[in-house]
């Protein structure tokens, strides 16, 4: 009998991106061309002040750290307090990780997690959460409202608000209770807040760390912020944890010792993106002006769009199986995500995201009035 272990892949769901491809095909074979709206990642140009401050720390032959220079820590936790209403920050209230996913996948392992925990995140979302626990062999609590949750063993609450698929915000009023209730079970709450910088309507979105929601107290509290939306940096996976102290030097020690490091050009170009709130305006801007032709022409075409009060998609639903409608939209030559992808409580939803260019999203919305 072998001794070695069954790979860790097994224990992971199906890669589903894998399932769209016969309808990238379809889309593909539209005359004017394929209009991809199924992923979020974004197509315009990442600003000069990030490009100069990049090649001006090209010359960086040495080793970064994982905690980051001084400048970055400065400037993350200036950001917080600027944007995110924290109060009374200090460097180690800080944390530069490789990207949001890689923190979110790698989170439970690098908190110690295992079996006999339980990792809690929303019924419909993103689906590297569920990979987190997973790989660090914790229980699953997908959940509607968290404080129904049995507590028992949880130990980690994932937040997205702004949520990924569906644009839902929580209110300040909802956070609160949700904050006191991990507090009081004593449940690490994880909050993934990437998209806080793109509210559009209803709620204004708000952080874990706003004094009116964490009482002055980061205590549990870890907000998960990335520069990939905001500032057009996904290709550089820069993204930042603000909250506990005493969470984040723990998670500073384990990611010394794996070699978690933000590369130093990268760091520059972090301390320049947040240092400039006039880029984030002018992308916020172009989101805006795709977004509201685009949700007419879903509109025009039978969908209804429901929650999208922020973030980068419109969730939208014409009443049937998602696969359906993905076929329905992949024979305009309209590439989406379908719902079921982020749980099964999505299946009647389709995720159609901004991220393209003003000419595609045009082009989709000319196919959909047609």
């Known amino acids: 009998m072998s001794s070695v272990r069954a790979p860790l892949s097994q224990s992971l769901p199906v890669f589903p991106w894998d399932k769209l ?77 490789v990207g949001s996913k890689e923190f979110v996948a790698w989170a439970p392992v690098q908190l110690a997690l295992g079996a006999g925990d339980r990792v809690a995140y929303p019924r419909l979302a993103y689906p590297t959460y569920e990979v987190g626990a997973r790989l660090a062999g914790a229980g699953l609590a997908p959940y509607d409202d968290p404080t129904e949750l049995d507590p028992a063993g949880l130990r980690l609450l994932w937040l997205n608000s702004p949520s990924n698929p569906t644009g839902a915000v929580l209110a300040k009023d909802e956070l609160v209770r949700i904050v006191a209730w991990a507090r009081e079970h004593g449940v690490l709450v994880l909050s993934d807040e990437c998209y806080l910088e793109l509210g559009w309507e209803g709620h204004e979105p708000v952080s874990v760390l706003h004094p009116d929601v964490c009482g002055g107290s980061y205590e549990g509290l870890v907000a998960v912020h990335s520069l990939s939306k905001r500032s057009n940096l996904a290709g550089y996976r820069s993204a930042f944890l603000a909250g506990d102290p005493d969470v984040l030097g723990e998670l500073l020690k384990v990611r010394k010792h794996g070699g978690m490091m933000v590369p130093a050009p990268v760091q520059a170009a972090t301390v320049a993106a947040l240092g400039d709130d006039a880029h984030v305006a002018e992308q916020r801007a172009r989101y805006a002006a795709r977004r509201g032709p685009l949700r007419a022409a879903l509109e025009a075409d039978g969908f209804r769009v429901e929650h999208s009060e922020a973030g980068l998609y419109l969730w939208s639903t014409r009443d049937e199986d998602c696969w359906e409608t993905v076929g329905h939209l992949a024979q305009r030559g309209i590439l989406v995500a379908p719902g079921d992808f982020y749980g099964e409580a999505g299946a009647r939803h389709v995720r159609v995201a901004l991220t393209a260019t003003d000419e595609r999203i045009e082009a989709a919305v000319k196919r959909l009035h047609g």
Do not use: C
């Not at 379809?26 to 990030?50: F, K, Q, Y």
């Open 21 to 97: 491809k016969p309808y990238e095909e379809t889309a593909r074979a539209h005359p004017d061309g394929l209009v991809d709206l199924s992923v979020g990642t974004p197509v315009d140009p990442v600003p000069a002040v990030v490009r100069q401050a990049l090649t001006g720390a090209a010359d960086s032959p040495g080793y970064p750290t994982v905690w980051g220079t001084a400048a970055l820590r400065d400037a993350l936790t200036g950001w917080a307090e600027r944007r995110l209403g924290a109060r009374g920050l200090t460097h180690g209230n800080v944390l530069p990780v």
